[in-house]
């Protein structure tokens, strides 16, 4: 059951917005090295690598609680398009090319988990799925057996139509109790197949950070706070399972006309 309410910021350019997220997703990285000395975070395509990467690839003032130990690091995706890793659809190229491939080498490298490319050009990605679940369950269940994962961090975009990781609006999925990871094949937007982290793992990591910026959201993002019409939207229903430990990262266009969003730092 969730408890309290999501926390919604908003910055008024990306750097701003970029220094508060380095600054959360570093506190998260050392809350995880206390309670398992690994951070296990789930990263989502679209817009959010661009904007983590700003955030993670900015100077440190030095101090280790200011640093990415990224070799501590393993990185799951919230989502996945059955495409070749080097295509230009692949969320995990996209994080590459942004982040993985610049982190300076004293920095250390992460582990990046990345889909079988043998089951790439199936007709149904559940195999894709299933072998993505396989390696969640060896990285958190590997001594217990447990219900579901609990990522440190999971990082989300919201789409312009409420959709988050590979969930989409009305859609089945929505509904899915048992897997951790589901296939999809025929998202409303291309490429049709893929496979995306279900929504009670999502709501069960121990913090949530959704990132959506630009005047492109903020219709969107009315429905999600304000409206009860959003309330079904999947990115609302990440809010209603998981309350106070999601926080939203906006800039002041995507929050126009939302009401109370909390201004300036964390
Ligand atoms: O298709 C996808 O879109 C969402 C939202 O992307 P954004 O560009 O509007 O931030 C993204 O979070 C997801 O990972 C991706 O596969």
Redesign the pocket.
């Known amino acids: 059951m969730a408890t309290g309410h999501p926390n919604l910021h908003s910055f008024p350019n990306s750097d701003e917005l970029a220094a508060q997220l380095r600054g959360y997703v570093l506190r998260c990285q050392n809350s995880a090295f206390s309670r398992h000395g690994t951070f296990r975070l789930a990263v989502?395509?679209?817009?959010?690598p661009t904007i983590l990467a700003k955030a993670l690839l900015a100077t440190s003032n030095g101090s280790p609680e200011d640093t990415p130990k990224f070799s501590k690091w393993h990185i799951f995706f919230?989502?996945e398009?059955a495409v070749p890793l080097n295509h230009e659809e692949s969320?995990y190229r996209l994080l590459n090319d942004e982040l993985v491939s610049k982190i300076p080498a004293e920095l250390g490298s992460p582990v990046v988990h990345v889909i079988d490319e043998k089951h790439i050009g199936d007709d149904d990605p559940q195999e894709l799925a299933d072998l993505y679940q396989e390696d969640l369950m060896r990285e958190f269940a590997a001594k217990d057996s447990i219900k579901l994962p609990a990522f440190d961090l999971i990082l989300?975009?919201?789409?312009?139509d409420g959709?988050?990781?590979?969930l989409f609006p009305g859609h089945a999925l929505l509904r899915e109790k048992d897997a951790w990871v589901a296939a999809e094949t025929n998202s409303p937007?291309p490429p049709p197949k893929?496979i995306t982290l279900t929504l009670p793992v999502v709501t069960h990591a121990i913090s949530i950070a959704f990132v959506?910026t630009g005047g492109g959201k903020k219709e969107i993002l009315k429905q999600i706070f304000d409206l009860e019409e959003g309330s079904s939207l999947p990115s609302a229903l990440v809010n209603q399972g998981a309350g106070d430990k999601v926080t939203w990262f906006t800039d002041h266009p995507a929050v126009d006309g939302v009401s109370f969003p909390r201004r300036g730092s964390l």
Request: with cysteine; hydrophobic share 20%; net charge positive.
């Open positions: 989502s395509g679209g817009s959010l919230a989502d398009r969320n989300l975009g919201c789409g312009p959709h988050t990781c590979s937007k893929r959506a």
